[in-house]
T-cell receptor, first 115, second 114 residues
Framework: AQSVTQLGSHVSVSEGALVLLRCNYS??????LFWYVQYPNQGLQLLLK??????LVKGINGFEAEFKKSETSFHLTKPSAHMSDAAEYFC?????????????FGSGTQLTVLP | NAGVTQTPKFQVLKTGQSMTLQCAQD?????MYWYRQDPGMGLRLIYY???????DKGEVPNGYNVSRLNKREFSLRLESAAPSQTSVYFC?????????????FGPGTRLLVL
């Protein structure tokens, strides 16, 4: 069964600093990996996804993530944090069983951006 | 194109009351999902419908039922609400491209059971 671990339930960075949100997964098959962002009182918005091909994936709002099979990781980064990046971020892995597809989510990381 | 819509946005129930959460999508997606979100636990899958006419249990189905009314609509019913069902409920729909799939989420329904 697939699982996702997000290290650090809360991360604080200063505006302009590097953002690094950690995600490790376990999967018995080649994984499809996702990062979603949730702003307060809103639904989840897809930031980026890895399916196959290039291991460095670029998403919206300047975020990117790198798939590292050897480390079973899919960490999310942004070179320079902006106040508007304050939100909760969820890493997820897609599991496949026959025709069924299910997303398994990590517990989330709350990002605070300090002025 | 509204994407995934959910009604109601907020609801307060008393223990034992019933209610149905509605979800609709206008993206012509085959698959639809219901999740619940609780603090520190991420999102957990309640039920899903891989295609019109089929439904299957997810990780936490107890206390819930679902109906895939047509391709657009997927409802979640609480027959006898319990305080443990206080949560935020998200509906999602997805498009498949071979083995790949991307899920798109609605804005959520916040439910409080007293």
């Amino acid at each position: 069964a697939q699982s996702v671990t997000q290290l650090g339930s809360h991360v604080s960075v200063s505006e302009g600093a590097l953002v690094l949100l950690r995600c490790n997964y376990s999967s018995s098959v080649p994984p499809y990996l996702f990062w979603y962002v949730q702003y307060p009182n809103q639904g989840l918005q897809l930031l980026l996804k890895y399916t196959t091909g290039a291991t460095l994936v670029k998403g919206i709002n300047g975020f990117e993530a790198e798939f590292k099979k050897s480390e079973t990781s899919f960490h999310l980064t942004k070179p320079s944090a902006h106040m508007s990046d304050a939100a909760e971020y969820f890493c997820a892995v897609l599991s496949r069983s026959g025709s069924a597809r299910q997303l398994t989510f990590g517990s989330g990381t709350q990002l605070t951006v300090l002025p | 194109n509204a994407g995934v819509t959910q009604t109601p946005k907020f609801q307060v129930l008393k223990t034992g009351q019933s209610m149905t959460l509605q979800c609709a999508q206008d993206m012509n997606h085959n698959s639809m999902y219901w999740y619940r979100q609780d603090p520190g636990m991420g999102l957990r899958l309640i039920y899903y419908s891989a295609s019109e006419g089929t439904t299957d249990k997810g990780e936490v189905p107890n206390g819930y039922n679902v109906s895939r009314l047509n391709k657009r609509e997927f409802s979640l019913r609480l027959e006898s609400a319990a305080p443990s069902q206080t949560s935020v409920y998200f509906c999602a729909s997805s498009v498949r491209q071979g083995y790949q799939e991307t899920q798109y989420f609605g804005p959520g329904t916040r439910l409080l059971v007293l």
